[in-house]
């Protein structure tokens, strides 16, 4: 079992930035493909950024590619996700997922392992 946990979330400008951290524990994340997604009132879950056992892939949704970048460090046990240039649209609340079923998986069921996901409110 892989405990996660996400913090880092907040109000922040559209324009501005956050850092959201993942830190988990139970079992060591390198044997894990981490991911990132969103889910919005009303919307479905969405992907929004995984990054490989190694960290050298990553993977990103459309809407927020080159502004949002996710990294790992595996000695820490902890996935990181910058996001810079934040829209209105990015306002959702980000959960951290693990899993293990083989790279550049985009669907929530792909995934074994949740947080219980942390809150990003971008005001315009």
């Known amino acids: 079992q892989v405990q996660l946990v996400e913090s880092g979330g907040g109000l922040v400008q559209a324009g501005g930035s956050l850092r959201l951290s993942c830190a988990a524990s139970?079992?060591?994340?390198?044997?894990?493909?981490m991911a990132w997604f969103r889910q919005a009132p009303g919307k479905e879950r969405e992907f929004v950024a995984a990054?490989?056992?190694?960290?050298?892939?990553?993977l990103y949704a459309d809407s927020v590619k080159g502004r949002f970048t996710i990294s790992r460090d595996n000695v820490k046990n902890t996935v990181y996700l910058e996001m810079n240039s934040l829209k209105s649209e990015d306002t959702a609340v980000y959960y951290c997922?693990?899993?293990?079923?083989?790279?550049?998986?985009?669907?929530?069921?792909?995934?074994?392992?949740w947080g219980q996901g942390t809150q990003v409110t971008v005001s315009s």
């Open positions: 139970g079992r060591t994340i390198s044997s894990y493909i």
């Open positions: 997922a693990a899993g293990g079923r083989g790279w550049g998986r985009r669907a929530p069921e792909g995934y074994d392992y």
């Open positions: 990054v490989i056992w190694s960290g050298g892939s990553t």
